[in-house]
Protein backbone atom coordinates (compact mmCIF):
# COMPACT_ATOMS: atom_id res chain seq x y z
CA UNK A 1 0.00 0.00 0.00
CA UNK A 2 1.27 3.42 -0.74
CA UNK A 3 2.06 6.27 1.74
CA UNK A 4 -0.90 8.47 0.63
CA UNK A 5 -3.63 5.74 0.45
CA UNK A 6 -6.74 6.03 2.55
CA UNK A 7 -6.11 3.11 5.20
CA UNK A 8 -8.72 0.94 5.63
CA UNK A 9 -9.88 -1.18 8.28
CA UNK A 10 -13.46 -3.12 9.32
CA UNK A 11 -15.05 -6.08 11.17
CA UNK A 12 -15.12 -9.38 9.76
CA UNK A 13 -17.60 -12.45 11.14
CA UNK A 14 -21.15 -14.45 10.27
CA UNK A 15 -23.27 -12.54 10.89
CA UNK A 16 -22.30 -8.78 11.17
CA UNK A 17 -25.02 -6.87 11.38
CA UNK A 18 -25.27 -6.43 14.88
CA UNK A 19 -22.09 -5.13 15.48
CA UNK A 20 -21.58 -1.83 17.21
CA UNK A 21 -17.61 -1.48 15.90
CA UNK A 22 -18.35 0.78 12.56
CA UNK A 23 -20.40 2.97 14.42
CA UNK A 24 -17.41 3.53 17.23
CA UNK A 25 -15.02 3.56 14.93
CA UNK A 26 -16.58 5.72 12.39
CA UNK A 27 -17.52 8.41 15.47
CA UNK A 28 -13.55 8.47 16.78
CA UNK A 29 -12.68 9.13 12.75
CA UNK A 30 -14.77 12.30 12.60
CA UNK A 31 -13.98 13.15 16.21
CA UNK A 32 -10.24 13.48 15.15
CA UNK A 33 -10.51 14.08 11.23
CA UNK A 34 -8.89 11.84 10.34
CA UNK A 35 -8.83 10.03 6.85
CA UNK A 36 -9.73 6.36 6.88
CA UNK A 37 -13.09 4.14 6.36
CA UNK A 38 -14.19 1.35 9.00
CA UNK A 39 -16.39 -0.94 7.24
CA UNK A 40 -18.59 -4.52 8.29
CA UNK A 41 -17.98 -7.51 5.97
CA UNK A 42 -19.49 -10.47 6.63
CA UNK A 43 -17.69 -13.17 4.94
CA UNK A 44 -18.47 -16.82 4.25
CA UNK A 45 -16.35 -19.59 6.37
CA UNK A 46 -15.21 -20.98 2.43
CA UNK A 47 -13.81 -17.65 2.02
CA UNK A 48 -12.13 -16.96 5.34
CA UNK A 49 -8.67 -17.66 4.23
CA UNK A 50 -8.77 -16.00 0.55
CA UNK A 51 -10.59 -12.85 2.24
CA UNK A 52 -7.81 -12.23 4.67
CA UNK A 53 -4.97 -12.73 1.98
CA UNK A 54 -6.76 -10.26 -0.10
CA UNK A 55 -7.62 -7.40 2.05
CA UNK A 56 -4.29 -5.99 2.47
CA UNK A 57 -3.95 -5.68 -1.53
CA UNK A 58 -7.43 -3.71 -1.25
CA UNK A 59 -5.77 -1.20 1.03
CA UNK A 60 -6.83 -2.56 4.52
CA UNK A 61 -4.34 -1.99 7.78
CA UNK A 62 -6.45 -4.35 9.29
CA UNK A 63 -9.50 -6.24 10.83
CA UNK A 64 -11.58 -6.52 14.26
CA UNK A 65 -12.62 -10.15 14.46
CA UNK A 66 -16.13 -11.53 15.61
CA UNK A 67 -18.02 -14.73 16.03
CA UNK A 68 -17.62 -17.21 14.79
CA UNK A 69 -14.07 -16.81 13.71
CA UNK A 70 -11.81 -15.63 16.71
CA UNK A 71 -10.31 -18.77 16.82
CA UNK A 72 -10.00 -19.70 13.36
CA UNK A 73 -7.98 -16.90 12.33
CA UNK A 74 -5.06 -17.40 14.61
CA UNK A 75 -4.58 -20.63 12.16
CA UNK A 76 -4.28 -18.45 9.62
CA UNK A 77 -2.17 -15.41 11.19
CA UNK A 78 1.43 -15.55 10.26
CA UNK A 79 2.39 -14.13 13.80
CA UNK A 80 0.02 -14.68 17.09
CA UNK A 81 0.82 -12.39 20.54
CA UNK A 82 1.25 -14.71 23.39
CA UNK A 83 -1.94 -13.29 25.22
CA UNK A 84 -3.66 -14.21 22.04
CA UNK A 85 -2.42 -17.83 22.37
CA UNK A 86 -3.41 -17.76 26.71
CA UNK A 87 -6.78 -16.69 25.40
CA UNK A 88 -7.07 -19.53 22.53
CA UNK A 89 -8.70 -16.66 20.29
CA UNK A 90 -8.03 -13.39 18.42
CA UNK A 91 -10.23 -10.41 17.84
CA UNK A 92 -7.53 -8.01 16.24
CA UNK A 93 -5.43 -8.37 13.36
CA UNK A 94 -3.00 -5.98 12.30
CA UNK A 95 -2.11 -6.35 8.19
CA UNK A 96 1.97 -5.69 8.21
CA UNK A 97 3.64 -3.73 5.11
CA UNK A 98 6.01 -7.55 5.12
CA UNK A 99 2.27 -9.07 4.02
CA UNK A 100 2.35 -10.78 7.72
CA UNK A 101 -1.09 -11.11 9.61
CA UNK A 102 -0.39 -9.76 13.04
CA UNK A 103 -3.08 -11.67 15.77
CA UNK A 104 -3.53 -10.43 19.17
CA UNK A 105 -6.30 -10.49 21.55
CA UNK A 106 -7.53 -6.97 23.42
CA UNK A 107 -10.60 -8.50 25.21
CA UNK A 108 -8.60 -8.60 28.84
CA UNK A 109 -7.09 -5.14 28.54
CA UNK A 110 -10.61 -3.88 27.77
CA UNK A 111 -12.30 -5.91 30.44
CA UNK A 112 -9.30 -4.11 32.72
CA UNK A 113 -9.33 -1.05 31.35
CA UNK A 114 -13.85 -0.57 32.11
CA UNK A 115 -13.33 -1.47 35.58
CA UNK A 116 -10.21 1.45 36.00
CA UNK A 117 -12.44 4.18 34.22
CA UNK A 118 -15.39 3.23 36.22
CA UNK A 119 -13.77 1.85 38.59
CA UNK A 120 -11.43 3.75 40.02
CA UNK A 121 -11.04 2.63 43.42
CA UNK A 122 -10.81 -1.14 42.60
CA UNK A 123 -8.23 -2.87 44.11
CA UNK A 124 -7.67 -6.83 42.43
CA UNK A 125 -6.00 -7.72 45.51
CA UNK A 126 -8.64 -7.56 47.94
CA UNK A 127 -10.13 -11.03 47.86
CA UNK A 128 -10.91 -13.57 45.73
CA UNK A 129 -12.90 -12.91 42.37
CA UNK A 130 -15.91 -15.45 41.01
CA UNK A 131 -15.53 -15.15 37.31
CA UNK A 132 -18.95 -16.94 35.79
CA UNK A 133 -19.19 -18.61 33.05
CA UNK A 134 -15.81 -20.48 30.87
CA UNK A 135 -16.21 -19.31 27.17
CA UNK A 136 -14.01 -16.81 25.37
CA UNK A 137 -14.73 -13.93 27.22
CA UNK A 138 -14.35 -15.61 30.91
CA UNK A 139 -10.27 -16.62 29.53
CA UNK A 140 -9.49 -13.26 28.31
CA UNK A 141 -11.20 -12.13 31.90
CA UNK A 142 -9.19 -14.97 33.70
CA UNK A 143 -6.15 -13.76 31.85
CA UNK A 144 -6.01 -9.93 32.75
CA UNK A 145 -7.33 -10.81 36.47
CA UNK A 146 -4.66 -12.95 37.19
CA UNK A 147 -2.39 -10.56 35.39
CA UNK A 148 -3.28 -7.90 38.00
CA UNK A 149 -3.12 -9.69 40.93
CA UNK A 150 -6.03 -11.20 41.99
CA UNK A 151 -4.90 -14.01 44.72
CA UNK A 152 -7.88 -16.75 43.57
CA UNK A 153 -10.75 -17.20 40.95
CA UNK A 154 -13.78 -19.07 41.78
CA UNK A 155 -14.43 -20.66 38.17
CA UNK A 156 -18.29 -21.56 37.69
CA UNK A 157 -19.94 -22.73 34.40
CA UNK A 158 -23.24 -24.72 33.80
CA UNK A 159 -21.19 -27.29 32.15
CA UNK A 160 -18.38 -28.58 34.94
CA UNK A 161 -15.77 -29.93 32.06
CA UNK A 162 -15.28 -26.42 30.69
CA UNK A 163 -14.70 -25.13 33.82
CA UNK A 164 -11.94 -27.96 34.82
CA UNK A 165 -10.22 -27.40 31.48
CA UNK A 166 -9.82 -23.64 32.06
CA UNK A 167 -8.11 -24.72 36.06
CA UNK A 168 -5.73 -27.19 33.87
CA UNK A 169 -4.67 -24.25 31.51
CA UNK A 170 -4.20 -21.23 34.04
CA UNK A 171 -3.31 -22.96 37.01
CA UNK A 172 -3.42 -23.23 41.02
CA UNK A 173 -5.14 -19.28 41.85
CA UNK A 174 -8.16 -20.63 39.93
CA UNK A 175 -10.56 -23.14 41.48
CA UNK A 176 -14.29 -24.67 40.21
CA UNK A 177 -17.35 -24.15 42.01
CA UNK A 178 -20.05 -26.40 40.50
CA UNK A 179 -22.79 -24.05 39.00
CA UNK A 180 -25.13 -25.24 42.06
CA UNK A 181 -23.20 -23.62 44.72
CA UNK A 182 -22.13 -20.30 42.66
CA UNK A 183 -24.26 -18.12 44.95
CA UNK A 184 -22.50 -19.30 48.05
CA UNK A 185 -19.20 -18.05 47.42
CA UNK A 186 -19.97 -14.41 46.54
CA UNK A 187 -19.82 -13.54 50.41
CA UNK A 188 -16.49 -13.12 50.76
CA UNK A 189 -15.76 -12.43 47.01
CA UNK A 190 -13.76 -8.81 45.90
CA UNK A 191 -14.76 -8.73 42.61
CA UNK A 192 -17.92 -10.78 40.62
CA UNK A 193 -17.54 -11.04 36.72
CA UNK A 194 -20.45 -12.28 34.57
CA UNK A 195 -18.89 -13.70 31.34
CA UNK A 196 -22.08 -15.97 30.15
CA UNK A 197 -24.47 -14.50 27.83
CA UNK A 198 -27.33 -15.18 30.64
CA UNK A 199 -29.44 -11.74 31.07
CA UNK A 200 -28.53 -10.91 27.46
CA UNK A 201 -32.09 -9.71 25.14
CA UNK A 202 -32.97 -12.91 23.88
CA UNK A 203 -31.30 -15.12 26.57
CA UNK A 204 -32.30 -16.62 29.69
CA UNK A 205 -32.24 -14.31 33.03
CA UNK A 206 -28.99 -14.86 35.25
CA UNK A 207 -30.86 -17.02 38.19
CA UNK A 208 -27.30 -17.40 40.69
CA UNK A 209 -28.76 -16.39 43.95
CA UNK A 210 -27.19 -13.13 44.49
CA UNK A 211 -28.27 -12.77 48.21
CA UNK A 212 -25.02 -13.28 49.38
CA UNK A 213 -23.74 -10.16 47.75
CA UNK A 214 -21.81 -7.59 49.58
CA UNK A 215 -21.64 -3.56 49.91
CA UNK A 216 -18.43 -2.68 47.97
CA UNK A 217 -17.76 -5.49 46.12
CA UNK A 218 -17.46 -4.43 42.26
CA UNK A 219 -19.56 -6.84 40.29
CA UNK A 220 -19.27 -6.18 36.65
CA UNK A 221 -21.61 -7.73 33.78
CA UNK A 222 -19.76 -8.52 29.95
CA UNK A 223 -23.20 -8.07 28.23
CA UNK A 224 -24.27 -4.83 26.98
CA UNK A 225 -27.67 -5.29 25.48
CA UNK A 226 -29.53 -4.59 28.41
CA UNK A 227 -26.75 -1.94 29.77
CA UNK A 228 -28.30 -2.92 33.39
CA UNK A 229 -28.88 -6.77 33.53
CA UNK A 230 -30.59 -8.40 36.58
CA UNK A 231 -26.82 -9.32 37.65
CA UNK A 232 -25.90 -5.50 37.93
CA UNK A 233 -29.70 -4.11 39.03
CA UNK A 234 -29.49 -6.67 42.31
CA UNK A 235 -26.18 -5.40 42.86
CA UNK A 236 -27.08 -2.30 42.75
CA UNK A 237 -29.15 -3.02 45.03
CA UNK A 238 -27.30 -4.49 47.70
CA UNK A 239 -24.26 -1.40 47.32
CA UNK A 240 -22.41 -3.21 45.15
CA UNK A 241 -19.85 -0.86 42.88
CA UNK A 242 -21.46 -1.87 39.53
CA UNK A 243 -19.87 -1.44 36.03
CA UNK A 244 -21.77 -2.36 32.78
CA UNK A 245 -20.00 -4.16 29.78
CA UNK A 246 -20.11 -1.43 27.43
CA UNK A 247 -16.84 0.05 28.63
CA UNK A 248 -15.20 -3.51 27.81
CA UNK A 249 -16.42 -2.91 24.40
CA UNK A 250 -15.18 0.50 23.74
CA UNK A 251 -11.80 0.06 25.35
CA UNK A 252 -11.00 -3.44 23.55
CA UNK A 253 -10.95 -1.20 20.66
CA UNK A 254 -8.54 1.49 21.26
CA UNK A 255 -5.27 -0.83 20.31
CA UNK A 256 -6.61 -1.55 16.91
CA UNK A 257 -7.63 1.87 16.31
CA UNK A 258 -3.96 3.09 17.16
CA UNK A 259 -2.16 0.99 15.17
CA UNK A 260 -4.44 1.08 12.27
CA UNK A 261 -5.28 4.90 11.75
CA UNK A 262 -2.51 6.07 13.99
CA UNK A 263 -3.93 8.11 17.01
CA UNK A 264 -5.11 6.70 20.38
CA UNK A 265 -8.71 7.92 20.97
CA UNK A 266 -10.22 8.40 23.98
CA UNK A 267 -13.07 6.43 25.88
CA UNK A 268 -15.43 9.30 27.04
CA UNK A 269 -19.46 9.99 27.53
CA UNK A 270 -19.73 11.14 23.49
CA UNK A 271 -18.12 7.78 22.60
CA UNK A 272 -20.33 5.53 24.75
CA UNK A 273 -23.28 8.27 23.67
CA UNK A 274 -22.39 7.47 20.50
CA UNK A 275 -22.24 3.71 20.16
CA UNK A 276 -25.96 3.55 22.12
CA UNK A 277 -27.46 5.53 19.78
Same mark, same amino acid.
Given at each position: ??? $??I &?L?G???? &?I?? +?? +???L??H??R???LK??Y /?? @??I? +?A????ALR?? &??L??V?????? &??KE?? @??L? $???? *???T?????????F?? $????????? $?????? =?N?R???? *??????????????GG?????I?S?? *?????????TN??????D?LR =?D???R?? /?V?WV??????????? /??????L????????R?PL??L?????V?D???T????R??????????I?V??L??????????? =????G????????T??? /?L?
Amino acid at each position: MTE $DRI &PLAGVIGA &PIHH +SK +SPRLHGHWLRKYGLKGHY /VP @MEIA +SADLEDALRML &PKLGFVGVNVTI &PYKERV @MELA $DQVT *DRATLIGAANTLIFRK $DGKIHADNT $DGYGFI =ENLRQNAP *DWNPAAGPAVVMGAGGAARAVITSLL *DCGVPEIRLTNRTRIRADKLR =EDFGQRVH /VVEWVQAGNVLDDAAT /VVNTTSLGMVGKPEMRVPLDGLRPGTLVTDVVYTPLQTRLLRIAAEQGCICVDGLGMLLHQAVPGF =ERWFGHRPEVDEATRAA /VLR
